[in-house]
């Protein structure tokens, strides 16, 4: 089965205008995700899929592939469905990798593809990590603080999705360490008539009220299987907010 990975890279962002463009540690944004896609196994095909000539522009400049696909795209699967519509890909398994998950392993993609090519039951798979209490405690003190970011999930003891949160959830009122808190990391892989299925859909109270794409499939009765993912020993962060730079900066430095 063939595998395409897709990164969605939008100028626009509200909290983070250009942020594709932004440095980290010396190399774009946009770069550092074309470098982790690249090094997935079981990618076929890799594309950024983006807004902006500026972002063609640039991917272009360091052998990357781009494609331009609407300012219209509510969101980055719909941005990713363009692309491989545009670019006439007949991936079987599409791996929708945002564009700002700048310290996500490439075992991580793998994974996600290994586990749907072993049960065909499966329509979309997800990625988390459990957080350690010092992860926990930051991610707090970070939305206490009015940043918002660092997505949450809770799922069933048969690993499927109940529910998405910006919020930290579960609420944890008790001392168990680490805390029964997993991190959302922000990728998605579909089959492609998942993919297809999921934009025919009209958006949900949720995804509208939290802002978060992957509510909709839940709302309307879709199993999203959450992959519970080690990264090696390595901590996850995500560019959400100009602050969130630094914060990468100093996790590259000492790991």
Partial sequence: M????????????????????????????????????????????????????????????????????????????????????????????VVNLQGDAVLTPPDVVDDLVRVMLADANIEMATPAVRLNREQHEALLAQQAAGQVGGTTVTFDLRGNALYFSKSVIPRCRGQQD?????????????????????????????EQAEKLEQLRAIEHGITIRVVEVDCGGRTFWSVDNPSDVAVVERILASE
């Avoid at 492609?192 to 949720?206: C, S």
């Fill in 178 to 206: 680490p805390p029964p808190v997993w991190r959302h990391l922000g990728i998605y892989a579909y089959r492609r008539a998942m993919l297809n299925r999921y934009l025919e859909l009209a958006p949900g109270r949720f």
């Fill in 2 to 93: 063939s595998v395409a990975v897709v990164i969605p890279a939008r100028w626009g962002s509200t909290r983070f205008p250009g942020k594709p463009l932004e440095l980290v540690a010396g190399r774009s944004l946009i770069e550092r995700m074309w470098q982790i896609a690249s090094a997935v196994v079981s990618a076929d095909t890799v594309v950024v899929a983006t807004d902006d000539d500026r972002i063609v522009e640039h991917v272009v400049s360091f052998g990357g592939r781009a494609v331009l696909t609407s300012p219209d795209c509510a969101n980055g699967t719909e941005r990713v469905r363009e692309a491989v519509d545009e670019l006439g890909l007949d991936s079987d398994i």
